[in-house]
């Protein structure tokens, strides 16, 4: 919700209504997360690494893969990158991080939420 891709001026028209941050389009090959829970004396946990395929007209989360179909060094990459964020920013509680595998492997942090966020819902229960 309230994404919108810029391609061209004419794509203009379609954003800015509201305050809004830009940000430089990423031609990643997928958007993969990291459930982690760390509790006040730093002890963490992830849960298994997901990925996300997005439905192209809502630009929402459709489906979330689990467990992850990627290979053991990006799903260990990625439970890093999570564990790392979690010590760094000491939170308490759960992280959901959302991050892009782009076509050449390389893993960026794309978002951060304080709760199971879209990428979590199955861990709910």
Known sequence: ?????????????KAFEQPSIVEKWID???EIA???ARNE???????PLVEMDFNKEANLVEFLI?????????QQKA??????????LNIVGLLAVEMFVTKNG????????????NSGHHTIE
């Open 1 to 13: 919700k309230g994404v919108v891709k810029i391609v061209d001026e004419s794509d203009l028209n």
């Open 28 to 30: 990643f090959e997928k």
């Open 34 to 36: 990291v459930i982690i």
């Open 41 to 47: 004396n730093g002890q963490t946990e992830t849960f």
């Open 66 to 74: 689990s467990p992850s179909t990627y290979n053991f060094e990006i």
């Open 79 to 88: 439970d890093k990158i999570a564990r790392d964020i979690a010590d760094f």
């Open 106 to 117: 390389e893993i960026l942090v794309n978002e951060l939420a304080p709760r199971p966020h």
